[in-house]
């Protein structure tokens, strides 16, 4: 596998809205970021993927863009933002930005355009159909609930939006929107930046046909239409030949619902398109038949089955990305470990895991410290587009409103969105004024200032992962082998470079359980990496008895 800088870094992804508040208005703000930079190399991360900074109505919190060349007055001006791209660079840290561009805002000069008139020269750059039968142009559902169309009163004509109706879906079929892209992702290269997080990448080419979906609800998933559509590998190769291929940047593409079949052809390395994908398979294991809403019991096998799947399959193929939280998922902790008494176990464990498979780590603010998802007690508190419609929605359709608050509890996407927490203080040290959306109250105990201090932390644990991985070629190349597939409890591992190879031992149970090494796995000595518990002296790792969440990386030889 060929060699490169975004293979052996590890990614931290801010979102700039319950970062720090540098002045007190209660939104995170670019010159917060700044004022945080030495923190995040303490961490000694590599790259900063920062979510969308741009202007924006804030429907969706920035990711409904009207202008793609400023910043949100909210989050300062473009002066901060160079002044935190120098900041980063000084440091020895890269900055990738958030593209969004399956869709814009309605508040974008381009829409404000198209929506005047069937003739305006800027109609195509969005998808405009007329009704059907005295309905909407198809029975495609939003991601945000409801119908993906909206009937725009000035022409009589409906425009998609497969989120909310203030996100219009850009039309792509358009080459003069393609050119738009192109010149206006170069205009940040040039600026310096070193790559893009490319947002819902995978469902810019629809069948022009736009065919309903299959389904008898009112509305209905319509992916097949438009999720890895026909055009995409051409457009994405195209983007690659008139931009990227200019830069030495990283690409990560959000691809909800691609197999490993499909990732291939984003990510092949003689295919020219991006440098990795978000894949969400993981993120679907407790999702019930209705949806991410309707929560079900994850089973370790299966975990291990979908983590073991990618590894293999695109080992030699093209590079994984691996995370386990962001900020439209709850907190890994709390959904795959222990948010209780074994927090610092579990959360280490699981970095454990995150930072030792073949790929790039990607660590969401705030998971460093083990932060957890919140339970607000009433829908006033809550922010999310949605979380909010899904909730009347579901409200409507007679669902109690417990059981709603329940689903919204283990799954809403203001779970990862409270603030930082920086210390003890009011509103954790994120604001002095009033913030956006109330910090977690948990911020007494889980916050930077005790992390920080206490040398036995979820932080310095993150800090010597990431330092191992700059030691270790195995941790970034190896190629990855399960063992133990049907056991309940333990998933481990080992990961081989040429004559360099790592066994990882995670216990995923609060009760202690009995590890015994496969015969097949022959070795001579072994030397503890880095642990969340200490191993006692001389203990054998033919058999361990493993503590509760217990992790250990050991060196074979
Ligand atoms: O959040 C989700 C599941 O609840 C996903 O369906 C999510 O909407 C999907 O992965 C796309 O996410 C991205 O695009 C959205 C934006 O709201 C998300 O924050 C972003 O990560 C629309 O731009
Ligand atoms: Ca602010």
Redesign the pocket.
Known sequence: MKKTWWKESVVYQIYPRSFQDSNGDGIGDIPGIISRLDYLQKLGVDVIWLCPVYESPND??G??ISNYQGIMDDFGTIEDWEELLEGLHQRGMKLIMDL?V??SSDEHAWFVESRKSKDNPYRDYYIWRDSKNGGEPNNWAS?FSGSAWKRDETTGQYFLHL?SSK?PDLNWENDKVRREVYDMMTWWLDKGIDGFRM??INLISKIPELPDAAGDGKYNFGGEHFMNGPRIHEFLQEMNREVLSKYDVMTVG?T?CVTPEEASLYVREDRGELSMVFQ?ELMDIDAGPGG?WNVTPWKLIDFKRIMSKWQVELDGKGWNSLFLN????PRMVSRFGNDGAYRKESAKMLATLLHTLQGTPYIYQGEELGMTNVKFASMDDYRDI?TINMFNEYLESGRSEADIMASIYS?G?DNARTPMQWDGKAHSGFTTGTPWLQVNPNYTEINVKESLEDPDSIFHYYRRLIELRKQHEVIVYGHYELLLEEDEHIYAYTRTLEDERLLVILNFDEEPVTFELPETVVYESAEVLIGNYVLPAGASVRRMELRPYEAQVLKLK
């Open positions: 969706d919190n990711y409904d969004v399956n869709h991601f989120f996100q947002d819902v959000e909800p969400f991410k962001n900020h439209d998922q949605e799954k996407r």
